[in-house]
């Protein structure tokens, strides 16, 4: 861990501590990087006080990641990438969801980029973001059955795969 990141993870808890003292479960230090693990119900307002405090000024929302840690609960581990521009710092907001309950708030009305980065996470790992504008699939079909990224989702999937027969069996004559 070095200085300046140490000093950016005191800085950002703090201040959201100050804020709420239930907005930060956990603050998480790895090779330069700091990771503030927030509840699932505050993550809308702890976004909102990242993106609006004087000290904190995250104003872009770089990424966002989902995990899945099956078979373990909580199952799903939400990951936004939040920088700083004028302040050159990055942050990334963590939230813990269930497998039996995997709905957080949308960080769209906070970042609009957030938009299409929910939007996959929905598609392939089945987050659900409340009062998300457009909430469906992005990258599969309509009628896709389930969401390839979970680690339960069975390797051949759920659909039948057409007999290709002969068409890709290579021939003996040249």
């Known amino acids: 861990m070095t200085e300046s990141s140490s000093k950016n993870a005191n800085v950002v808890a703090e201040c959201l501590r100050s804020w709420n ?9 790895f090779r330069g990087e700091t990771t503030i693990v927030v509840p699932r119900e505050l993550l809308r307002a702890t976004a909102e006080r990242c993106r609006e405090d004087a000290k904190l000024r995250y104003n872009l929302l770089t990424d966002a ?3 899945d840690r099956y078979p373990t609960e909580p199952r799903f581990e939400l990951n936004y990438h ?11 907001l963590r939230v813990w969801l269930g497998g039996n309950d995997p709905v ?7 970042w609009p980029g957030a938009n299409w980065l929910e939007r996959e996470i929905f598609d392939l790992f089945g987050i659900r973001f409340l009062g998300h504008p457009d909430l469906r699939r992005i990258l599969l079909p309509d009628d896709w059955e389930g969401h390839p990224l979970r680690r339960d989702y069975p390797v051949e999937g759920y659909r039948d ?6 068409l890709f069996r290579k021939s003996s004559t040249p």
């Open 21 to 29: 003292p239930k907005a930060v479960v956990e603050v998480l230090e």
């Open 82 to 92: 939040l920088v700083s521009i004028p302040r050159r710092e990055k942050v990334r």
């Open 161 to 166: 795969v057409p007999n290709t027969g002969e």
């Open 104 to 110: 957080v708030d949308s960080l769209v009305p906070v």
């Open 65 to 67: 990641t989902c995990v």
